[in-house]
């Protein structure tokens, strides 16, 4: 299953902070969560999203409208999405593939 790494930067805010707009963001994916549509992940830097890539995409582009509904005027997104398709991977089980290697050596 695909997973996005995806980073939304709402430029020109009031203070450096942003958590306020991180925040809004998760609510955001919380939605289409409890819809059964993705699984996600926020990190310190990130938030990793798995999902179908039709969801993937509408997802993301609601993320990165969220900011502008917020009044902030410029957004930028970084983007990166890793589609494995010879077999089936989930965010779990490339943890787990990670440390399976680690107990080995």
Do not use: C
Not at 50 to 77: D, N, T, W
């Amino acid at each position: 299953m695909p997973i996005a790494d995806v980073t939304i930067i709402p430029i020109g805010t009031a203070t450096p902070s942003v958590s306020a707009h991180v925040a809004g963001i998760q609510a955001i994916l919380e939605e289409y969560r409890s819809e059964g549509k993705i699984e996600f992940r926020l990190t310190p830097m990130n938030t990793l999203i798995e999902g179908e890539l039709p969801i993937l995409f509408e997802v993301i582009q609601a993320i990165h409208e969220a900011p502008f509904q917020e009044g902030i005027s410029r957004v930028a997104s970084n983007i990166r999405i890793d589609d494995r398709r010879d077999k089936k991977s989930t965010m779990q089980s490339k943890l787990e593939s990670v440390q399976k290697h680690m107990r080995q050596t």
